[in-house]
Structures are given as C-alpha cells and as structure tokens.
C-alpha cells in the first residue's frame, strides 16, 4: 500500500485526509448543511432536516489506560452527542459499530453495552441497532441521528463582526488531566485531581446549554471544541470569514493550579488542549441577556471572552499586548502527547 | 482485558457478542422495527419512518488480498445498501467512518474516496460525512440513511405459511470466487473465472429488485444474504416463526462447473457461502405473478425454490428424499475460510 513519491496518512493529518476523500465525492444537491461543519444534514421538508453524525473511537489513540471499557464506550457517544450539542440538535437514537479484539472477555463487552446506554440515556437517546466485527484495537464508531427544523441550526459560518465570542465553560482541565495520567511526575491535590481526571474519563457534552442556545434564537454561529479552544476559534473564523479578539483565555482554578504547580502555562492548557467539549460560540450584540438567561435557565453558563473582528485572525490581548494565536490543534495522525 | 473465567470475543463469536450487547440496552419506545432485522429505523410520523445502517468493513477479515482500496471501500458501501435493499428502501445519503494505518499513502487515499462514491452513486446516493483516525487494520464503518413510508416496509418478520419462497438470483458465486482467490489449485475457464471472481470483488446489492418488490405489495418478508442463504432462511423462519421446504438449491451455471471441477459439492457452495448479496424474501400465494412482473419490470428475476411450512425447519427435498439444512454461516470472530 506504500508509493515511495506519495505522502503517507501519517503526514498528511486528519484533516488533509478528510480533503482529499471530499475531493473524490459527487455533492448531494441542496446539502443544507456544508461539508466541514460539526455535523451532516439531509432535507426531510422545506423546514425540516435529518441531522447525523458519526465519530470514531479507537482504542491505541483515544484511550488512555486509565479510561475503563464503560468509561471509554460511553466516551464514544458523548463525544457525538457535543457535535449534535453545538447546532442545537436533540439527538434521537444511536448505531454502533463496534470493532473489537477476540481477546476481549464476555465481561469487557457488557462493560462496553453498559456504556454506550449510559452515554445515550444521559442525553435522552436510545441505541437502536450497530454491527460488530473482529479488530485489532478497539473500535468504537457511533452514528447519531437526530431531527430538528433547519432555521433553529447553529452553523460555523453565521458569526458577524461585532458579535460576542463565549464558551459554556473553562478549558484546560482535559488537557492537565491528561497530563496528570500520562506524567506521574505531575502533582496536585487531590480533589483537583479528581476534577482534571473525571474532566477525561467521564466528559460531559453541553447538550442541555445547546439545545436553550438555539432556542433562544440569539447565536449566530456555534462549534465544539474537541479538537481545542484555537482549532475552534480558527475553524469559526474560516468558515464565518471573520477573526476574533480574545480578551481573556477562560481556564478553570484547578488548571491554574495544576500549571502553577508543575511549571506549565494555563493558557497555554486552555488554548491547545483537545477532547474538550464546551461549545464555542457567537451572539449578536443585542441578544446577550437573553441567551445568558437562556444558558442559565438550564443550569449552565455563558462565558464572554472576546468579540469578532473583521481581521481575519485570532488575536490575544495580554496585559495590554496583543498577539497573535497561532493555529494549531489536536489531529488524528499527526499529534502525540 | 481478559478475564479467566469469562468466554472470549473470538469463543462467544459475532451473534452472540450482538445479543450481549443488546441485553444491555434501554429499548426505544415504539421502535418500528425491532432488533435483529436488516435495519434500524425512528418513527418521523404516523406513516414515515428513518431508516439506518450501520456495518462495518474490516480489512483484515473482509478484504481478500486480490481486492483493490477501491473495490474494498466500494464493497463497504455496497454491503449497507443491500440491506436497504432487502427492507424496500432507497438510500439517500451515508457517513463514513473511516481508519487507516499511517503507512497508506495519499494514493490509497484517493483510491478509497472513490470507492466510496461508487458504491454511493451507483445506488443514487451521496457521502455527505464523516470521520478519519488511525487504526492498525483498514476500517470503513459505513452509516446508511434514507426515509420511507412505514407500510411500504419489507420485514424478516411477515412469512405466512403457504407463502412461496423466492430468490433474486443464484448462490454459491461467492463462495466459489474466494475459493479461486485463496487456493491457486482450483481451476476453471476464463470466462467463468472472471464472472466468480467479480461477485467477490464487485458484489452488486439487489436494490431495483427490492424498490420494485416493495412497490408491489405482495411480499410478506424479506432478508439480505450476506451471511449466506441457509442463515437467511433460518433468521427468516425464527422471526416469522415458520420453517421453509425447498425444491430446489439455486446455484449457478458456473458454480456447478468449479464444484465439477474441483470436487466440490455446488449445493454446499450455494448453502453455505457468504458475502452474498440477493434477497430472500416470501411472497403471498396469489401475489407471484405481479411479484414477478414488478422485479422483471426493472431487469431482475425471481427464482421460485420452495415454500414456508408449519414445521419450524428448513427442509432440502433431493431426489424425493428430505434432509434438514443445518443452521450454519458466516460468522465474524468463529468463521475462518
């Protein structure tokens, strides 16, 4: 499978990868959603779409070896119930494919039915079917499906200039729990710890804080940040064709600490962590106290960090320095902690 | 992962590993169709359903050396749309899950993008999405979508006593065209090779047939064959909680030529094959004439071999002598060719 003048998976990354199987495909006519969003969509009606959605969990990437069979499983719907949370999209029901290793024991594969159930049930989804077959790591795919109507979407591209940058919640805390896991050097207290590792083994998706967004008609543009707050930001921009002042990067106390103590930078935590799932997003200037109140109507928050801009980068203000954030993220492929 | 007193994936094998799974699982309310058919579907209104699939390529297990990236993701697609198939549901668009090892190069790549848009377009419909990682084995987890009326439905669940049992087209083409792959010792002509070998490598799934037969409203249950016909007949027969006798095992002119050949037994081949891609499906007694104008109406045939009976069993008639069919196909983690 090798050509020795072509470049290899390994260097091209995720997301040259992603381009090049695009390149190949025939355009489905009136795709009322873009390739390149969170999600897919299929037109059910002039006002109504099919969402879907599908990720894939592997077992040698995406799991560290603390992540329990439960924990890993339910990971894998989670991680499509944030995508189907950044549009505002309920999810219905869920396919499985589930590629697994014949050393797996009876008893690892309930472990892994109990989990992928607790990832749909936590958000009002069901299971409905899946296949499985012989792998050499575990593979966890998920498919989600979901209907909403078209105008109540929160896609990338709507963001205007002006409008309020915010997120749901703080950043870094997957990127320092990751690090507590992988470098037992590390250390903290422990209840720190146990809200940087659960952050890993047990994420939530902002489904709740989504689904009230999007209701509340006020967001003009809306991603997931599994891949990290600046991936996010940048793909925001690129597909809104705008830029966006930060004037705080949003990192919880424990990663404060975590940093302060082990000599890492916070913001740096926050900024290029990934597998994190707060959504990421924009308002229009009039409709901040009435998406605030929307957000915290559900029990959640919304955080202002920064504005869109018309200069197409990310910039960060500092102490009253500005500079710029350069784009880099997690990618399949290409990184390694 | 291994637990001492636990059975294995590889021991529990595919059907089994599918039920512990399930055992697991909160079953949606209202679920129109249930476990264990071709497809999932989610009730959109009183009379229209969402359809969904999702199975799963695994290099390793599913891709004979022979066969090309392309023809491999081609077959990956192909495989959903014969399910789709047997249920009477055209296909609108699929999600790709896909997993490479880093070594492929950006060729391979390409050569899978339009594999995948083959097999999608040659059924009319799209890729609208997915998603990449890396993986040791090639994976191309595909995820069907397409939308139906709920009536229109062609079940495994529907066989009546009496009803005539059909096939789209003969068996054993498969099991034979593996053979030739894997055994350089088995001979026979060009011309018979090459048609063996392209249902192997170039399966096509029986979507026209299924459209049409679904239209006329005069089959009572239908199932897909990729486990091979004995299996079919029998997940048939338990879901309708019939049995079925058959006159006659529907092999091939080529096929009777390599068993010839190569002292094989073509009735075997036909039984017990896999990777086979016609419908099985029962007809109502006063329904085969128009069963057989809709399926010939679109270039296809219907092979009448055999009936459903009150007997819970499937039953061979050779020669005036009748025989059960043992309950045995292709299963991922037990079988090995």
Known sequence: MSHSNSPTAK?????RIINIIQSRLSQMPLMPIPFGDDVSAVNLSENHVAVLKTDMLVGKTDVPTEMSLFQAARKAVVMNVSDFASKGVQPAAALIALGLPTSFAQKDIEEIGDGLNAGA???????????TGETSDLIVSVSLFG???????MLRSGARVGDILAVTGVFGKSSAGLRLLLDK??????????????????????????LALSDSGQVSASIDSSDGLTWSLHELGRLSKVGFTLDVVPFGNEVKQFAEQNGLDASELALYGGEEYELVLTVKPGGWDSAVAAVESVGGQLLPIGRAIKERKILLTVDGDIRPVEARGWEHFKSHV
Chains 1, 2 share one sequence.
Do not use: F, N, W
């Open 185 to 210: 050097t590390c250390s903290i207290d422990a209840s720190s710890r146990k809200t940087l590792l659960e952050s890993v083994l047990m994420p939530r998706a902002r489904l709740k804080e989504g």
């Open 147 to 153: 209907t909403t109507q078209k105008r109540t979407l």
């Open 121 to 131: 049930q936590e958000y009002g989804a069901y299971i409905i079917g899946g296949d």
């Open 11 to 15: 260097s091209l990354g995720e997301h």
